[in-house]
């Protein structure tokens, strides 16, 4: 029987979700609605800083902004077959998706560390 990395990536897709669905609303509600309406004041340049000096949250950052790109990438290789009908390039899909998703993460972590 020939194994496939399917289980793996139906993973990653479903952690991204849950990532995005609990880390990405309050993100949007802070920085694009409370923030610019004055209700909550923006953090200064230092205090920023100050929560990036700290190498967990770096790490976590990291976490979300990889778990971000699986999920983007399984849900855009998946959605681009069905709907354009292009199943029969699934290799080369997958292989742009996740290649895409893998160089952004690298990218983050560069950028992070």
């Known amino acids: 029987m020939k194994r496939t990395p399917?289980?793996?990536?139906w993973l990653l897709f479903s952690g991204g979700g849950v990532v995005a669905a609990l880390?990405?609303?309050?993100l949007v509600l802070l920085f694009g609605v409370l923030m610019p309406l004055g209700v909550v004041d923006w953090p200064s340049a230092g205090h920023?800083?100050?929560?990036?000096?700290?190498v967990l949250v770096r790490l976590v950052l990291l976490v979300i902004v990889v778990l971000c790109l699986f999920h983007a990438a399984h849900r855009i290789r998946f959605t681009s077959e069905e709907l354009l009908g292009i199943a029969r390039f699934d290799m080369v899909i997958a292989v742009i998706c996740y290649g895409g998703a893998v160089t952004g993460g690298v990218l983050a972590a560069t950028l992070m560390f």
């Open 48 to 54: 920023l800083r100050a929560l990036l000096d700290n």
């Open 23 to 26: 880390t990405l609303p309050v």
């Open 6 to 9: 399917e289980p793996y990536l």
